[in-house]
């Protein structure tokens, strides 16, 4: 009976030293990693607040870096087109492959000198490139042209004529040029009768075909002899215009300074 009671206690007497072990074995371990003897709950509890702390570490040292982002799109963009200068203007050929070319200017297209601001570019009728300066400042001294001389070829009666048609003419024009023309060359005696063309622009060839006169090779109405007839066309409808050239300017039914910008017909005179 004694052996029985012996065999019963000794199973219970062996699971109670096993129990015994394992729980001093774990509270080892976490006496160990601890430092003291802590619970169970305090443990995981321990582990997850460091792991916040070194995340949160982690988060305030890449803050503090300057990173550039940049897409995949903007990187393979800036590999394929390299950074182009204002003077390249960039198109695609037929291969549709983007290329990029130079931008020549009008003046350096023909060799020519690059025109400074202060000059206007334009094309004549030739189709050639010419610049002019642009005036952006009004000038005090006024264009004078040169005063008109006496060709000692020409007829005297001219020069009388000139001076008859000045003291004769008024500050404006009344449109009756031809009119005031005509009678300062009869009154000097360079024409014999009273010319008969009504309009001024048939003046040369009526002076030429009647009176004596002759055309002369003169294509500047500046450069016209004093006691001179100069004819100017203004249109096909219009009479156009005739004025005889003074010492200091022009003069027909007025008096002027200036020549008169329609296109000149011909220089006149009588030798």
Request: some cysteine; aromatic content about 6%.
């Amino acid at each position: 009976m004694d052996s029985e009671k012996a065999n019963s206690v000794l199973p219970r007497l062996t699971s109670f030293v096993e129990e015994t072990t394992k729980n001093r074995l774990r509270e080892c371990l976490i006496e160990w990693i601890g430092g003291a003897s802590v619970s169970k709950a305090i443990l995981p509890l321990t582990i997850i607040c460091g792991c916040a702390l070194a995340v949160s570490a982690n988060a305030a040292r890449t803050e503090s870096l300057s990173f550039k982002p940049q897409t995949v799109f903007q990187k393979r963009t800036e590999k394929a087109v390299p950074e182009l200068s204002r003077s390249e203007v960039v198109l695609k050929d037929q291969t549709a492959k983007t290329v990029s070319a130079p931008i020549v200017e009008q003046g350096q297209k023909k060799g020519l000198p690059e025109p400074s601001k202060s000059d206007f570019v334009y094309k004549d009728r030739t189709g050639k490139t010419v610049s002019v300066p642009v005036i952006d400042q009004y000038r005090k001294d006024r264009i004078v042209h040169p005063m008109a001389k006496v060709d000692p070829r020409l007829d005297p009666k001219l020069s009388r004529a000139a001076t008859i048609a000045d003291e004769r003419a008024r500050a404006h024009s009344k449109s009756r040029c031809w009119r005031y023309v005509k009678e300062a060359l009869l009154a000097s005696g360079a024409v014999s009768s009273y010319p008969k063309s009504s309009l001024a622009k048939e003046a040369g060839e009526e002076l030429v075909r009647d009176f004596g006169f002759k055309k002369l090779p003169i294509h500047d109405p500046y450069a016209a002899p004093i006691g001179s007839v100069l004819v100017y066309f203004k249109g096909r409808n219009r009479p156009g215009h005739v004025e005889i050239r003074t010492k200091t300017g022009f003069v027909s039914d007025f008096r002027s300074k200036d020549a008169c910008r329609s296109a000149l017909v011909g220089v006149y005179a009588k030798k």
